[in-house]
């Protein structure tokens, strides 16, 4: 049986958020608000791999790690018991510190990011599992193009879903029975169905308190974040289907979104419409409209990695 940590990763608003509350609300896991850090801080730029005194530091004055609402103090008691040798033995008591200040056996982290660096973090935590929950990428272009962060429009988002579903299915089935994937339409529609392949991924049993997330998801994400309007308030509601938000692009960018997605939903066998000639040209002159946006963040990750968020 399974009992190491359990990552969820995904594209962003592909229902992460949602699979890390059903986990966290099962007797045996606790998930954090996600972390960031720990492949922040693997960066060779940074070379704390062998200076677990540093990287702690680091970890707790990193801005993802406060939102966890964990004493820091009583990390660092932790890490002085233990004395951990290296960069993954200090993260490693970073999560069990919150697993055990919430009563739960076993931790888990569901950072969307992190599905672009699988190997690293299964390095690092061997005895980790990984769910990749994958959502139909027209709907997450059009989900992602609505907020302020992100891909400027939905073609650049299509493209960004693209590249890391790809790079994460890649990476995913390079680790064999450590790797699961799960679709979030079929989440939504029969969670039980859907949770009891989790569970038996992560070798526990389902238990019915997951689908009861709802009730305490206010108190399980930073503040804020499930207000009417924002984009977990859903959270707050039993498992159903969200508004289709691609169907409210023009005519013109559905087009060109649903070329960007076409070759992935493709693979994952999800009916598209037909092609059409002028769709590839279409999808090129958004991209390119989006492309100037997205330097700021990228030079601003450069520049300080050790408080990157991916």
Same mark, same amino acid.
């Given at each position: 049986?399974?009992?190491?940590?359990?990552?969820?990763?995904?594209? +962003?608003?592909?229902?992460?958020?949602?699979?890390?509350l059903?986990?966290?609300?099962?007797?045996? *896991?606790?998930?954090?608000?996600?972390?960031? *850090?720990?492949?922040?801080?693997?960066?060779?730029?940074?070379?704390?791999?062998?200076?677990?005194? @540093?990287?702690?530091?680091r970890?707790?004055?990193h801005?993802?790690?406060?939102?966890?609402?964990?004493?820091a103090d009583?990390?660092r008691?932790?890490?002085?018991e233990r004395?951990?040798?290296?960069?993954?033995?200090?993260?490693?008591?970073?999560?069990?510190? =919150?697993?055990?200040?919430?009563?739960?056996?076993r931790?888990?982290?569901?950072?969307?990011?992190?599905?672009?660096?699988?190997?690293?973090?299964?390095?690092? *935590?061997?005895?980790?599992?990984?769910?990749?929950?994958?959502?139909?990428?027209?709907?997450?272009?059009?989900?992602?193009?609505?907020?302020?962060?992100?891909?400027?429009?939905?073609?650049?988002?299509?493209?960004?879903?693209?590249?890391?579903v790809?790079?994460?299915?890649?990476?995913?089935? $390079?680790? +064999?029975?450590? =790797?699961?994937? @799960?679709?979030?339409?079929?989440?939504?529609?029969?969670p039980?169905?859907?949770?009891?392949?989790?569970?038996?991924?992560?070798?526990?049993? =389902?238990?019915?308190?997951?689908l009861? =997330?709802?009730?305490? $998801?206010?108190?399980?994400?930073?503040? +804020?974040?499930?207000?009417?309007?924002?984009k977990?308030?859903?959270t707050?509601?039993?498992p159903?289907? +969200?508004?289709?938000?691609?169907?409210?692009?023009?005519?013109?960018?559905?087009?060109?979104?649903?070329?960007a997605?076409?070759p992935?939903?493709?693979d994952?066998?999800?009916?598209?419409?037909?092609?059409?000639?002028?769709?590839?040209?279409?999808?090129?002159?958004w991209?390119?409209?989006?492309?100037?946006?997205?330097?700021?963040? @990228?030079l601003?990750?450069?520049?300080?990695?050790?408080?990157?968020?991916?």
């Amino acid at each position: 049986m399974a009992d190491g940590p359990v990552f969820v990763v995904g594209a +962003g608003r592909s229902g992460t958020t949602l699979l890390r509350l059903m986990l966290d609300a099962h007797p045996s *896991f606790a998930l954090p608000p996600e972390s960031h *850090f720990v492949v922040a801080l693997a960066s060779p730029r940074l070379r704390l791999e062998n200076r677990p005194d @540093v990287a702690l530091e680091r970890v707790l004055e990193h801005p993802r790690f406060v939102r966890w609402d964990l004493d820091a103090d009583r990390v660092r008691a932790a890490v002085a018991e233990r004395r951990p040798a290296a960069l993954p033995d200090l993260l490693r008591i970073v999560f069990e510190t =919150y697993a055990d200040a919430h009563g739960k056996p076993r931790w888990g982290d569901k950072t969307p990011g992190y599905v672009a660096h699988l190997p690293l973090v299964a390095k690092y *935590f061997p005895d980790a599992r990984f769910v990749h929950i994958i959502r139909d990428g027209r709907a997450v272009a059009a989900s992602v193009a609505s907020k302020p962060s992100g891909p400027p429009n939905a073609v650049s988002a299509a493209y960004w879903w693209r590249a890391l579903v790809r790079h994460g299915r890649r990476d995913g089935r $390079a680790l +064999g029975r450590r =790797y699961l994937e @799960v679709r979030y339409e079929e989440l939504v529609s029969d969670p039980t169905a859907v949770l009891t392949r989790v569970c038996q991924h992560l070798g526990t049993d =389902y238990d019915p308190a997951m689908l009861e =997330y709802w009730r305490t $998801a206010a108190s399980r994400l930073p503040p +804020g974040l499930t207000t009417s309007g924002q984009k977990h308030a859903r959270t707050l509601l039993p498992p159903a289907p +969200g508004p289709d938000r691609f169907m409210a692009l023009g005519a013109t960018e559905r087009r060109a979104v649903e070329h960007a997605c076409r070759p992935l939903l493709e693979d994952l066998g999800v009916p598209t419409s037909e092609a059409m000639a002028l769709d590839g040209l279409r999808a090129w002159l958004w991209w390119c409209a989006g492309a100037p946006p997205r330097a700021p963040k @990228v030079l601003k990750d450069l520049v300080r990695p050790a408080r990157r968020s991916i």
